[in-house]
């Protein structure tokens, strides 16, 4: 039969557990803290990098790929042609003016698709792509989604949709190595984003669901359809003019 435990070591052992809790709880706050500091921030500064930026050049020195080139330049929403915000939307996110960070009638719509498909559709707004791309990693998780809602409820409650989608530009995806709109049509239009027309813009929005499977220069068929897709509800949402709450403003 094992011996009890004293009355002073079983009041030692819940001494220290409290410890640990107290010291958890404020990691926690320091953390949430952290975090909402951080988007403030960003709210005002260019963004200097992305969590995704880091992880794909820490993955293309492990692998020694002597290939890989990083490509990334920050500009500002006045210096981004307007059809490249407006292929954006077309394509990956057509309430993006109307929802606050989630689209549910989407969510519902590739939950029922995927239950019967073994193409998996997903159903992420521009905010939550940009909670992801920015702060978290790309592999699919509870952990990770549960994280992603938290950091697009900040983007939502601290940044105007303008900043949502001028920071969501400027980070993007577009090839390997190849990070923003700037350095996307540099490369592969060798023009500045500023001058980018409808058609390459398409092209560009085209290729984010699967950017290092895909080529803006040499566009699949698949590619070139979506593009032409994307154009089309591009003009159905009424062109540049539709982007008017992206326009900015003066008291902010």
């Given at each position: ?64 790929d ?11 929403m ?21 929802h ?16 019967h ?10 905010s ?13 998780s ?19 949709k ?91």
């Amino acid at each position: 039969m094992p011996p009890k435990k004293l009355p002073h070591e079983k009041t030692g052992f819940f001494r220290r557990l409290r410890s640990l809790c107290r010291l958890a709880f404020r990691w926690f706050l320091f953390c949430i803290a952290g975090t909402i500091a951080i988007t403030i921030l960003f709210r005002w500064v260019p963004v200097p990098c992305s969590s995704l930026m880091i992880q794909r050049q820490i993955a293309a020195l492990w692998q020694t790929d002597k290939a890989y080139h990083f490509r990334y330049r920050w500009v500002d929403m006045e210096k981004i042609s307007p059809y490249a915000p407006l292929a954006v939307i077309a394509s990956e996110d057509q309430k993006f003016f109307s929802h606050m960070g989630f689209d549910f009638e989407a969510m519902e719509k590739a939950w029922e698709h995927n239950l019967h498909r073994r193409r998996v559709h997903g159903a992420s707004t521009i905010s939550q792509q940009l909670a992801k791309n920015l702060f978290l990693w790309p592999e699919r998780s509870f952990l990770r989604k549960g994280m992603e809602v938290y950091f697009t409820v900040l983007l939502e409650g601290l940044w105007p949709k303008r900043r949502i989608l001028e920071v969501y530009l400027n980070i993007v995806e577009f090839g390997p190595g190849i990070f923003g709109i700037e350095a996307a049509s540099q490369a592969y239009f060798h023009k500045p984003a500023a001058r980018l027309n409808s058609a390459e813009s398409a092209i560009l929005a085209a290729i984010l669901p699967s950017p290092l499977r895909s080529n803006a220069v040499r566009p699949s068929s698949y590619i070139s359809e979506r593009a032409l897709h994307i154009q089309q509800q591009m003009r159905f949402m009424g062109g540049p003019p539709s982007l008017k709450p992206l326009a900015p403003n003066p008291k902010k």
